[in-house]
């Protein structure tokens, strides 16, 4: 992939590496961390290099009568952002409709004067939720002007946020489809809640953790299942599911989506890792019917704290989605003492970024 903002652009930081370097520098780093684990050969999945981003966040950029969208400038060249010309991580919604966008915003002042972020999210049907973030009082009065653009970008709802105040027009969410294994998955995610940034990368993710689990038996206990992501259609390899996660409003859309894929079997409570680790599985009436021998993680990047890993750790078999190998690594320390890791995989959700998320299955050793 080649970027008019390559190397001005703070986010693209490996952007003098061509993409097979990236995935080889990446997975030689991550065999060198776990080198103390007796870790599976390590499985390398990635999908496309250019347009994967299915959200993304940019900072607007004024200067005399124009606009620009901003990113913050790499870390060698100080603090702050600078203008960018185009964006080619982003998904192909989101990348055609940025420009005209933009365009349309520099003639209207109402929708221009102090707007300072704008926010993409996008569906596989070239849907999108565009969020305006403005620095200044924002009132119902705005209708008007964002009626233009609706008229204009017919494929778009529109968000207008301003400290403290949110004004939806006309919806906060999109209906993503999701192609896992030939099967379709329906999901609402809802704006400025998690959803996976890299859509193909979550299917191939939820391809692995479907393969992965396939062979387990009992039922599965799940934390921090944002909307339902991996829960729904991982749900067809247990008999019941119970899953977990701090944000009302996730818990709200999953268990819509829950529902719109005929899954019965699933239990979604609205708890943080920490409570619902407290309740203990053998003690909690809630969890007295269950069959609880695997668990399903996909924590943020601060990974497990102290009083879930305790609770992972009451488990035979562990299926663990990390977004940071630091606190992957130092989770691993406590479960793969007594468990064989017999799985482990490098996602490439981030092309051009230092980042890096695994999976690792890890299943109880008898004696
Ligand atoms: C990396 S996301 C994964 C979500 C989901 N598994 C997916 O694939 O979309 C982490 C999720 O953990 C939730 N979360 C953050 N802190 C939490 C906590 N202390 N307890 C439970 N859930 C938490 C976030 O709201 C977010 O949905």
Known sequence: MTCSSFGKCGSCVLWQMP????????????KEMFGEFEMPELEVIHGSDEHFRARAEFRVWHEGDKSYYAM??????GRGVIPI?????????IYDIMDPLIKEIEKNENLRFKLYEIDFLSNSKGELIITLIYHKKVDESIADDIKKLKDKFKNADFIVRKKGRKYVFDKNYL??????????????IIENTFSQPNRGMNQKMIEWALRNSKELKGD????????????????????????????KESIEAATFNADINGRENITFLAMSAAEFSALKKEKSPLLASYDLKNVLIDPPRAGLDDKSREFVNLFDNIIYISCNPETLKRDLKTLAKGR??????????????????CGVVLERVNG
């Open 19 to 30: 993409y097979e370097k990236q995935l080889e520098m990446k997975s030689e780093r991550l």
């Open 72 to 77: 913050r400038k790499r870390k060698e060249d």
């Open 85 to 93: 010309e185009e964006c080619k991580i982003v998904d192909k919604a």
């Open 175 to 188: 209906i993503e489809e999701l192609k896992i294994n030939d099967k379709i998955y329906k999901y609402k």
């Open 220 to 247: 599965l206990v799940e934390l921090y299942c944002g909307n339902g992501n991996f829960t729904i259609p991982l749900s067809e390899n247990f008999r019941k599911v119970i899953a977990t996660e701090i944000n």
């Open 340 to 357: 064989k890791i017999k799985a482990f995989a490098f996602f490439d959700q981030f092309p051009y970024t230092e980042h890096m998320e």
